[in-house]
């Protein structure tokens, strides 16, 4: 059974849907291919995109969002579509791929591709189950634009409402939760994590995480929490960022601090941690959800990194950094307040879905089975 994956490179977390998806469906015995869909279609092309999406959330964050907003306008959705309709030109730069693989089922990350894999569908040149995955806890623009899409997965049902109203259709969506990789929601003891990982056994541990590219004001939450009576342990998972790396290993502090760049041990990193301050992406929230950590969120972009931030906040499980609620009052939400951390752990078991890559995967390969009459 072939399955396609595709994905587009807007920031790491449509990727890392995309790849723990195709993970679980290679478990469960599918052939399974990822493919970039810009990055296959045009290398200048793939740059451009990846390159202007981490210049407009750094530098111009406020437009970002504001575009976002924008889109979320049903007229204003419909004239950019008509912009997006280049997609025709690249769905026939598609085509022949799709000739060549014969995929069984295409499953996409990504609602650009999804317009394209829409226009291919339209136009004859495909005639195979079509999954598209929301990866942030609302509904983006544009996914009630593409109806020969066959499924629709959302973070939850908490986003069916939502749905229904931009005119999804109901027997569409599927609630099942954003895709990560398994190993985040295996079972951990702390202490041997972090005597695994070279850290105090038996002290209050908190994670701070800026995104793939170190994003937010890490330093200054560094010191800020330093500076609290209480003697917490720091781990900060400075990811791409060199210059905040350097910057912080050289930071002198009273309590222990573990500084690392880029790493494929975040999973551990969580396993170890107490709780987690963190940007809120779709996938750092949902690894954080299924590694069973209470959030505070720092930083979010506008768009819908503010939309995560409200919906985990209605729900219990997070608290936000603000001008008016620094982090050391955040922090004191969390651990000083008599059994705030055990409620945030119960919304977050009430909310969080570890499995979800398995159930789209078992999902999926009923589907083809059933299509095929296998």
């Given at each position: 059974m072939r399955i396609l994956v595709i994905t587009v490179t807007t920031g790491h977390g449509h990727n890392a849907s995309a790849h723990a998806m195709a993970e679980r469906l290679k478990e469960q015995g599918a052939d399974v291919l990822v493919l970039d869909m810009y990055q296959y279609i045009n290398k200048a092309l793939y740059k451009m995109v990846d390159k202007g999406y981490l210049f407009s959330i750094r530098r111009t964050p406020r437009?970002?969002?504001?575009?976002?907003?924008?889109?979320?306008?049903?007229?204003?959705?419909?004239?950019?579509?008509?912009?997006?309709?280049?997609?025709?030109?690249?769905?026939?730069?598609?085509?022949?791929?799709?000739?060549d693989y014969q995929p069984e089922m295409i499953i996409t990350t990504h609602v650009f591709a999804a317009q394209v894999l829409d226009v291919l569908k339209r136009q004859g040149h495909l005639d195979v189950p079509i999954i598209g995955i929301i990866t942030d806890y609302c509904v983006h623009p544009f996914w009630e634009l593409v109806p020969t899409v066959d499924y629709i997965v959302t973070a939850g049902e908490q986003m069916r409402h939502a749905a229904e109203r931009r005119g999804i259709e109901a027997e569409r969506l599927l609630p099942l939760g954003i895709p990560v990789a398994?190993?985040?929601?295996?079972?951990?003891?702390?202490?041997?994590?972090?005597?695994?990982?070279?850290?105090?056994?038996?002290?209050?541990?908190?994670?701070l995480m800026g995104g793939s590219m170190g994003?937010?004001?890490?330093?200054?939450?560094?010191?800020?929490?330093?500076?609290?009576?209480?003697?917490?342990?720091?781990?900060?998972?400075?990811g791409k960022n060199e210059r905040l790396y350097n910057v912080l290993s050289r930071l002198k502090t009273r309590g222990p601090l573990h500084v690392c760049g880029f790493t494929d041990k975040v999973a551990l990193y969580m396993g170890a941690a107490d709780c987690i301050v963190t940007?809120?992406?779709?996938?750092?929230v949902s690894e954080s959800l299924a590694s069973g950590l209470p959030m505070i969120l720092v930083s979010p972009i506008p768009g819908p990194e503010e939309r995560n931030a409200n919906f985990l906040l209605n729900a219990g499980a997070a608290v936000l950094v603000s001008k008016h609620f620094p982090i050391r009052d955040a922090?004191?939400?969390?651990?000083?307040?008599?059994?705030?951390?055990?409620?945030?752990?119960?919304?977050?078991?009430?909310?969080?879905?570890?499995?979800?890559?398995?159930?789209i995967g078992r999902f999926a390969i009923d589907l083809v089975e059933r299509e095929c009459g296998q």
């Open positions: 437009a970002f969002g504001r575009t976002y907003s924008g889109a979320e306008r049903r007229g204003v959705r419909r004239k950019v579509l008509g912009m997006f309709n280049r997609n025709r030109l690249l769905a026939g730069r598609l085509a022949g791929f799709f000739r398994g190993k985040f929601s295996e079972s951990k003891d702390k202490r041997e994590v972090r005597r695994e990982l070279g850290l105090h056994e038996d002290k209050t541990t908190i994670l994003y937010g004001d890490m330093l200054h939450n560094v010191t800020q929490i330093d500076a609290m009576e209480q003697d917490y342990q720091l781990i900060c998972i400075t940007k809120p992406g779709g996938l750092s922090i004191h939400a969390v651990f000083g307040q008599s059994g705030r951390l055990r409620h945030m752990q119960e919304a977050i078991a009430n909310i969080a879905r570890p499995d979800a890559a398995e159930k």
